[in-house]
């Protein structure tokens, strides 16, 4: 009996002393002469029913410390005599540290004055790397939506297609209380969810969820805004129907419905319209599959199985160019159970969409030797592609210290491209050198299926943990296609020279399977500093083939050309291991730490029995350092270096002839290029003036870049490979700013940026270096008076200036300017008048002689009607004058091109919109 006494005794103290319990800890001084106050009252309340749970008083230095605290939901309560209450609602895990390093009290006698600095404070505030706009401090109209939230915010714009920018930089993510929504299709949130819903809106950079996890930033981060709801809107529903018909066959009919029910959240939302919304923007690219930017990967993510870019022809997307007619509709559903323990969520999406239209474009070639030649090319195009997507994350909390998380995505695509092309290739002196006029049509389809299982651990000790990552990608696309090209070549004298034509049927596929692990364990060297190792394997394998056929004898395409036909094999091993230390302090963080790893490439050319075998030892050095001054302004320094193998596209030993005066061939010798990127960020607010300041600047250079060598013969062929070059560097600066002048109740806002940009390539066997450089600055102004008028104005010049050194004497310099105007009014009778112009200004050259200035013009006139104005009759005209077009200029290397094309122009449109919701047990709307 004993011995059994004593073991339940071990057994007790054992677990006491390794139970996990929560900490509250603080200081309390004077708001008005800042000294520290001794013996205030602090009582820890259950936030339920306001019963004392645990009670203290301050010391001689004003602290005071709660320790071995259950979770749950709590008020923090401080009084002292002659002082204002201070109250704090507090949420404790079952380890949490809460740490209130100054909490400020109030003379009663100076309540009601800091009551109102109180207000301005909860504006805007910042935490840590947070920031945090109280949406209840900016005026919204009944019925407006998120977007129209966040224009009003400062440090934030919306441009006219739903893109935001925040401080400068492009946000990649919206967030509904910190969870996707739509699988993060960020214009189904801001369009669609209602302004009065949001209790706060939160800005900063979502951290990769190893980063989030351990504290240490590996440097994948994107801008994010997570829209954290008010909870009396999380129950009922709310949704919005609009049914528009206009002229020309113009029509604009959508919907959308949400049920909210505590954790619950239901939605399904459908458009048919062909006036340029199909509701699946920003991410396409990034998320279903698309390559990323220039052809590259990182060495120990998936390899880039590479397309040939104008055989695959249209991406499937609606950028703006054609006549687009769009049918799509999705599904939401995210729930969390047994006390957010479990949760579960997923999406499904599907699109029609079919586009037409025209573009043309003028390229301006510059060679040594003060040698000039120009390409002109007319396309006609009428695509078509049906997307399903569907997507799905279960998340399990094993228990308070470990997690298992799966997320599953996947989706088919099937697409048809047909195409027209007719071009003229012309000498510097104007002489015809060739004319070309080619078909293309293609169909592929493309299956996609990737997954990502993650384990976390939080072990005994505070600040260690493990985790486990295990991912799988799969690709695989299968596409058929007919080219049909024609070219003439001339003389100087005049006549035809010579012909060339290809008529040929093309069949490719392309296969991609990736699978990765990783672990990362973190190991605390003090409460503020800790070491974090990780190890990683991946494995990617992928295939291309691409036959082309010319016509036999009988009409069938069954002679295989073996000059523009391919399989290719690019198999990557990475082991991939690395050290990071961190340290956060009360103001000031540090990290640093480097990976390194060992790839090695098997590339074989299975038509011409060559095979490759490459090792290469890659770098990934990350250093940061943070300092925050005060709530409101802090200061960020970063450094990234970052291992890219090259693509499968790059790689590729094939010549592409689906352009025969464009031929591009690829070098299966090019090397890993390796960049440093350089940041720094400074944010500031000043709460009393409603002054806001984003700074942002960027510098990054690259060795062994993969570039371009071309070259342009006599008749007007260029043929690009492939190379490693040095040279390559850009360099960009941002700033924003905004302020109140608060007698005439307007907002200003400012910006200047600047961007550097310096690329080497080869033309005709000459090294070419062209510096180009893009600035621009702008002013913008918005008023509002509720349920009066909103006024808005913005104005911006942008410079653009090129030069290449094969052409010395030669420099490209034009302006652009662009202005608009916004006026919302409100009239007798639940009236209103909405329209803005838009103005942009191209300045001709000598080669864009073509007069480009458009002015947009739109207007509309609705009445509200109903109970908190639900229902809406809208009378719009889009672009009044006729005038919109198409249109892009840029300079790239050692030419200069600028493309105008087809695009929505004059249409009126007669709508109805109705608005409505049941929230929080009210009555229906």
């Not at 669609?192 to 190893?210: G, I, R």
């Amino acid at each position: 009996m004993k011995k059994l006494l004593a073991f339940i005794f071990c057994l007790t103290v054992y677990s006491t002393s390794h139970a996990q319990h929560a900490k509250i800890s603080g200081h309390v001084s004077d708001t008005l002469n800042h000294v520290k106050l001794p013996n205030t009252v602090v009582a820890l309340l259950h936030a339920k029913d306001s019963v004392l749970y645990k009670f203290a008083r301050t010391s001689e230095t004003g602290a005071f410390a709660f320790d071995n605290l259950q979770a749950g939901k709590y008020l923090l309560m401080l009084t002292y005599p002659a002082f204002a209450d201070y109250v704090e609602p507090v949420t404790l895990s079952d380890t949490s540290v809460v740490r209130f390093d100054n909490i400020m009290l109030t003379l009663r006698s100076r309540l009601l004055q800091e009551v109102v600095v109180q207000q301005k404070i909860a504006a805007i505030k910042m935490k840590g790397d947070t920031t945090e706009f109280n949406a209840g401090s900016y005026q919204t109209q009944p019925n407006a939506n998120v977007e129209d939230l966040l224009k009003k915010l400062p440090g934030i714009q919306v441009d006219n297609k739903g893109q935001i920018t925040a401080q400068g930089i492009k946000v990649k993510k919206v967030l509904v209380d910190g969870e996707e929504f739509f699988g993060d299709d960020p214009t189904l949130v801001t369009k669609n969810l209602k302004a009065d819903m949001v209790d706060k809106v939160q800005l900063y950079d979502k951290k990769s969820e190893q980063a989030a996890f351990t504290g240490v930033d590996d440097g994948q981060a994107s801008k994010t805004l997570n829209l954290k709801l008010k909870e009396d809107k999380k129950r009922g529903y709310f949704g919005k129907v609009e049914l528009g018909a206009g002229t020309n066959g113009f029509h604009d009919n959508q919907a959308m419905v949400n049920l909210f029910k505590k954790k619950l959240k239901v939605a399904a939302y459908a458009i048919v319209s062909n006036t340029g919304k199909t509701g699946l923007d920003w991410q396409e690219a990034d998320k279903y599959g698309q390559s990323q930017a220039d052809g590259y990967v990182s060495a120990d993510s998936e390899i880039d199985i590479g397309e040939d870019r104008e055989f695959s022809g249209w991406d499937g997307r609606y950028t703006g160019r054609g006549y687009p007619l769009v049918q799509t509709g999705g599904l939401h559903f995210n729930n969390k159970w047994n006390q957010d323990k479990v949760s579960a969520g997923g999406n499904y999406k599907f699109m029609k969409l079919y586009m037409d239209g025209s573009s043309s474009t003028i390229t301006r070639n510059l060679l040594p030797n003060n040698v000039t030649n120009y390409r002109t090319q007319k396309e006609h195009f009428n695509n078509s592609v049906l997307r399903n997507r569907i997507d799905g994350r279960y998340e399990i909390q094993i228990d308070s210290s470990s997690s298992i998380r799966l997320d599953v995505n996947g989706g088919l695509n099937h697409k048809k491209t047909n195409s027209s092309f007719s071009s003229e290739f012309l000498d510097g002196d104007s002489s015809l050198v060739n004319q070309n006029n080619r078909r293309l049509s293609i169909a592929d389809d493309t299956r996609q299926l990737n997954s990502n299982l993650l384990w976390r651990k939080k072990l005994k000790k505070k600040g260690r943990t493990i985790s486990v990552n295990l991912a799988e990608n799969y690709t695989l696309s299968d596409g058929d296609g007919m080219l049909h090209s024609f070219t003439e070549y001339f003389k100087k004298s005049g006549g035809v020279d010579s012909s060339y034509l290809t008529d040929q049927r093309k069949t490719f596929r392309t296969e991609n399977a990736n699978a990765s692990a990783n672990a990362t364990y973190t190991e605390p060297l003090s409460p503020m500093s800790s070491l974090v190792a990780n190890y990683g394997l991946s494995i990617s394998n992928a295939r291309s083939y691409r036959n082309s056929f010319n016509a036999g004898g009988d009409g069938k395409y069954d002679k295989m050309d073996s000059a523009f036909s391919n399989s290719y094999e690019f198999n990557i091993r990475t082991h991939k291991a690395g050290l990071s230390y961190v340290y956060n302090g009360k103001k000031v963080r540090i990290q640093a730490g480097n990976n390194v790893g060992f790839t090695s490439f098997l590339q074989d050319d299975l038509y011409q029995h060559r095979k490759m075998d490459r090792s290469f030892v890659n770098w990934f050095p990350a250093a940061s350092f943070r300092y925050t001054f005060s709530q409101q302004r802090r200061l960020s320094i970063g450094y990234n270096g970052d291992t890219r193998q090259p693509g499968m596209s790059q790689l590729q030993p094939l010549r592409s002839n689906e352009d025969d005066q464009d031929v591009r061939i690829g070098n299966p010798g090019l090397k890993p290029s390796f960049s440093n990127r350089f940041h720094l960020s400074y944010n500031d607010f000043q709460i009393m003036s409603e002054r806001s300041v984003w700074l942002s600047m960027q510098y990054s250079n690259t060795n062994n870049d993969i570039g371009e060598a071309s070259s342009i013969d006599d008749k007007g062929k260029r043929t690009t490979r492939f190379i490693n070059i040095d040279g390559n560097e850009t360099a960009g600066v941002n700033l924003n700013m905004g302020w109140k002048v608060k007698p005439l109740n307007i907002t200003l806002g400012y910006s200047l940026r600047g961007n550097y940009n310096r690329n080497v390539n080869l033309v005709n066997d000459q090294p070419n270096t062209t510096k180009s450089l893009d600035g621009g600055m702008g002013i913008d102004m918005f008023s509002i008076k509720e349920k009066k008028y909103e006024h808005y104005m913005s104005v911006e010049a942008t410079y653009n200036t090129s030069k290449s050194s094969v052409q010395q004497g030669l420099r490209t310099n034009y302006w652009m300017y662009n202005v608009r105007v916004a006026e919302n009014v409100y009239l007798p009778l639940k009236f209103q008048l909405q329209t803005d112009v838009v103005c942009n200004f191209r300045q001709k050259t000598d080669v864009f002689t073509d007069n480009n200035n458009v002015i947009q013009w739109n207007a509309s006139l609705l009445k509200k009607f109903g109970k908190k104005d639900a229902l809406e009759v809208r009378a719009t005209v889009r672009d009044i004058l006729n005038q919109n077009i198409g249109f892009n200029r840029g300079v790239s290397s050692n030419f200069i091109t600028q493309n105008t094309y087809s695009t929505i122009s004059r249409y009126g449109m007669l709508s109805v919109v109705w608005n409505f919701s049941k929230a929080g047990g009210g009555a229906k709307e």
